[in-house]
């Protein structure tokens, strides 16, 4: 079975500030992991995701993540926010051989202050 | 090419009725998974389609159900619905190339159950 906890339901930064959302998983199995955003009133767009090989996964809009292992983390980074990334975010993790079986953490909405 | 749609995208139902969701997804995408978002519980997965066959279910009661068409378009039915069944239903698509698959999800359909 797997988990994820995202680590502060809201995070607020100015713009231009560096962007830290974090996320915690637990798997019994190595798993997969995904950052994805949602905006309002709209459905789910995949950032980045990390399956196997390099641990430092870039994705769109300037995000990266790295898979810590030892740790059991894979946090959302990115150096200089703007205002159209305020929105909500989302860490998922699944099973390999099942990443259409997404189990997600509980959210972290991003504000950006101008 | 366009991505995956979802209809109706407002429903308005009352207690014990039934609804039927609709998802069209992605040309060649051959799975589509379905999803519950409440503020209360968050993203919960539903049930997985293949091939006109749930591959996958998640912890849900039987009043949940779907089915998947030859042209892996996929319908969701909800009976006898509750208060707590509001809520926006997503559905994602992705090919089914292997484990590492990206989903792609839809816009949603806000439920909602007086």
């Known amino acids: 079975a797997q988990s994820v906890t995202q680590l502060g339901s809201h995070v607020s930064v100015s713009e231009g500030a560096l962007v830290l959302l974090r996320c915690n998983y637990s798997?019994?199995?190595?798993?997969?992991l995904f950052w994805y955003v949602q905006y309002p009133n709209q459905g789910l767009q995949l950032l980045l995701k990390?399956?196997?090989?390099?641990?430092l996964v870039k994705g769109i809009n300037g995000f990266e993540a790295e898979f810590k292992k030892s740790e059991t983390s894979f946090h959302l980074t990115k150096p200089s926010a703007h205002m159209s990334d305020a929105a909500e975010y989302f860490c998922?993790?699944?099973?390999?051989?099942?990443?259409?079986?997404?189990?997600f953490g509980s959210g972290t909405q991003l504000t950006v202050l101008p | 090419k366009a991505g995956v749609t979802q209809t109706p995208r407002y429903l308005i139902k009352t207690r014990g009725q039934q609804v039927t969701l609709s998802c069209s997804p992605i040309?060649?995408?051959?799975?589509v998974s379905w999803y519950q978002q409440t503020p209360g519980q968050g993203l919960q997965f539903l049930f997985e389609?293949?091939?006109?066959?749930?591959?996958n279910k998640g912890n849900f009661p039987g009043r949940f159900s779907g089915r998947q068409f030859s042209n892996s378009r996929s319908e969701m039915n909800v009976s006898t619905l509750e208060l707590g069944d509001s809520a926006l239903y997503l559905c994602?698509?992705?090919?089914?190339?292997?484990?590492?698959?990206?989903?792609?999800f839809g816009p949603g359909t806000r439920l909602t159950v007086l």
């Open positions: 994602a698509s992705s090919f089914l190339t292997g484990g590492t698959d990206t989903q792609y």
């Open positions: 998922a993790v699944s099973a390999p051989g099942s990443a259409r079986q997404l189990t």
């Open positions: 040309s060649g995408h051959r799975s």
């Open positions: 389609y293949f091939s006109e066959t749930q591959r």
């Open positions: 798997s019994s199995v190595p798993p997969y």
């Open positions: 990390y399956t196997t090989g390099a641990t």
